[in-house]
């Protein structure tokens, strides 16, 4: 039997980073992935495609609305959606090469196949024509990532009633599409199948879209998406759907109890993501489970069996690529003795619909029920003279600071290219800079970050130049 250092379970951003580093520091190592291709659900039916189907959408959006006011014209523009989908996959695919070669950069070794603990050392791997190889490891991580939950009277059938996952194989342009959940996987699927001109509706249970996020994101998000077409019902808990054959019917009602149906071509459930752990024998080990199914960790990311280790979506917590990552590293280095910290609370979210929008700290929501004071700082892109150049002028930055000693509390972003604006803040709101120390940097002119430039000047009491 073969005996490895450190073993990783599941092959996602969590699993893979964790891989690297593990061989990084000379650990013997293997991964573990049960399907035939490696990157978990960002790389194969998250982040990756999505961005790819949002990225070539945004393209033809643009030829559509907006090139004739930069002169370009042309005739007979037509969307090739079985190319739209194809370059999607070679993206992807693209992806999943990239990890093999890494795997074998790296001298990883490499099992497909489902795993499942035979007690806390020892690793059952059955691979798909049905034979087995079973693994000995000093340290296990397990990084299994989550698939989508649904709510009660709701059952997917992957056919006419789907997940993100389905949605994005679909390979054709649907007429109609009701959206259950206008969290991140609802707006961003929203915007994909608003843009190639099927009739979207979006049900979300709470006051505004984007929930978790500051609430003028969420609002200003509504407006413009509302603008674009999507039709949006906010304070609606769907409470059923059925197949109907050729197209599905959604059951919901409103605060005041009133009641109403839509039917549409497939409805997409997007109300969130639990974590995964079927047929891993945890009850051959010590590992516990939380009571809402992820697996308990110490902050150290250590379960209840000292050798085992838990990253990504299977812990809870923000379910972001970037985050597994971030704990991935620290948890290998952790085993090596080095001493990396994450800041849970410094980790960005970016929502990739256009424009973007891209948040880091607190939400004022966040200071208001903490009784923390705070400065805003707002500025618009509509005044900032790239964003007129580039015709980008929705949305706004937002920050909040301190206002005694000035630090940052939190950035929230809407507008164009927030996602990569928003990096700048995450420096600001790691090593605790002031607004004021943000604010008198030098900003090239004219981009787009000169609205961070802007709103950090607001918000540390002195007046913009430009407004
Ligand atoms: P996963 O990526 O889920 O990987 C877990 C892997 O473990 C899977 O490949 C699974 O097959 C494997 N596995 C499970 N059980 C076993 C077993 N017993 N044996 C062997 N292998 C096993 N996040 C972002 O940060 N940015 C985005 O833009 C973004 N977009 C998204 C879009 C969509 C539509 C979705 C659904 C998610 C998106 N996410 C995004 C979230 C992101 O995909 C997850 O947070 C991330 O993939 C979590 O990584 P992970 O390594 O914890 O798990
Ligand atoms: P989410 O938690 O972001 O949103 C789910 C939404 O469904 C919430 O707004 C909730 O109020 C709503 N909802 C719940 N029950 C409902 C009901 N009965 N009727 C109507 N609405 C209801 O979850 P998600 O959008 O499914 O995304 C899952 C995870 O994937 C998230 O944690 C997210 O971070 C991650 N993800 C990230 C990105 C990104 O980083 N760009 C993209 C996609 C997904």
Same mark, same amino acid.
């Given at each position: 039997m073969e005996t490895f250092d450190i073993t990783v379970i599941g092959s996602g951003p969590g699993g893979y980073v964790a891989a690297i580093r593990s061989a990084q520091l000379g650990y013997k190592t293997a991964i573990i992935e049960k399907y035939n291709t490696l990157g978990g659900t960002c790389t194969n039916v998250g982040c990756i495609p999505t961005k790819a189907l949002l990225d070539s959408t945004h393209h033809y959006s643009d030829a559509l609305n907006s090139f004739g006011a930069h002169g370009i014209e042309y005739s007979n523009l037509r969307l090739n959606v079985e190319q739209l989908f194809k370059r999607k996959n070679e993206v992807v695919t693209k992806n999943t090469q990239g990890l093999d070669f890494l795997m074998r950069k790296n001298k990883i070794t490499v099992f497909h196949g489902s795993s499942s603990f035979v007690n806390n050392e020892t690793l059952k791997i059955v691979h798909d024509d049905k034979t087995e190889t079973v693994i000995n490891s000093d340290k296990f991580i397990i990084a299994t990532g989550s698939k989508p939950s649904t709510i009660p009277g709701i059952a997917i059938d992957?056919?006419?009633?789907?997940?993100?996952?389905?949605? $994005?194989?679909?390979?054709?342009?649907?007429?109609? /599409?009701?959206? /259950?959940?206008?969290?991140?996987?609802?707006?961003?699927?929203?915007?994909?199948?608003?843009?190639?001109?099927?009739?979207?509706?979006?049900?979300? %249970?709470?006051? &505004?879209?984007?929930?978790?996020?500051?609430?003028? $994101?969420?609002?200003? $998000?509504?407006?413009?998406?509302?603008?674009?077409?999507?039709?949006?019902?906010?304070?609606?808990?769907? %409470?059923?759907?059925?197949?109907?054959?050729?197209?599905?019917?959604?059951?919901?009602?409103?605060?005041?109890?009133?009641?109403?149906?839509?039917?549409?071509?497939?409805?997409?459930?997007?109300?969130?993501?639990?974590? %995964?752990?079927?047929?891993?024998?945890?009850?051959?080990?010590?590992?516990?489970?939380? &009571?809402n199914g992820t697996v308990k960790v110490n902050e150290l990311l250590q379960t209840t069996a000292s050798n085992i280790y838990a990253i990504g979506d299977v812990v809870g917590g923000a379910m972001l690529a970037h985050k597994a990552e971030e704990e991935a590293v620290f948890v290998v280095e952790r085993i090596n003795g080095q001493k990396p910290h994450i800041n849970y609370d410094r980790i960005p979210s970016v929502v990739y619909t256009w424009p973007e929008v891209a948040s880091v700290g607190a939400t004022e929501e966040q200071l208001k029920k903490q009784g923390v004071e705070y400065n805003i700082g707002k500025f618009p892109f509509a005044v900032n003279a790239r964003a007129r150049a580039g015709m980008e002028t929705e949305g706004f930055v937002k920050v909040l600071s301190d206002p005694k000693y000035g630090e940052l509390l939190g950035v929230h972003i809407i507008g164009a290219r927030a996602a990569d604006l928003i990096a700048q803040a995450v420096v600001g709101l790691e090593y605790e800079v002031t607004a004021n120390d943000m604010a008198i940097m030098s900003y090239a002119h004219p981009t787009y970050s000169e609205v961070m430039k802007e709103a950090y000047t607001i918000a540390s009491g002195k007046p913009s130049l430009n407004i």
């Open positions: 992957k056919k006419r009633i789907i997940t993100s996952t389905e949605a $994005l194989g679909l390979q054709e342009k649907p007429e109609s /599409i009701v959206i /259950i959940g206008g969290g991140v996987i609802g707006v961003e699927m929203a915007s994909i199948f608003n843009r190639i001109g099927t009739k979207v509706t979006i049900l979300e %249970y709470a006051d &505004n879209l984007i929930a978790t996020m500051d609430s003028e $994101l969420g609002k200003a $998000l509504t407006k413009i998406l509302t603008n674009e077409g999507v039709e949006i019902k906010l304070q609606q808990a769907v %409470y059923k759907a059925e197949n109907l054959g050729n197209t599905a019917k959604v059951y919901f009602k409103n605060k005041q109890g009133e009641e109403q149906d839509l039917t549409a071509d497939y409805i997409l459930v997007a109300v969130g993501r639990k974590s %995964y752990v079927n047929g891993l024998g945890l009850e051959n080990t010590n590992v516990e489970l939380n &009571n």
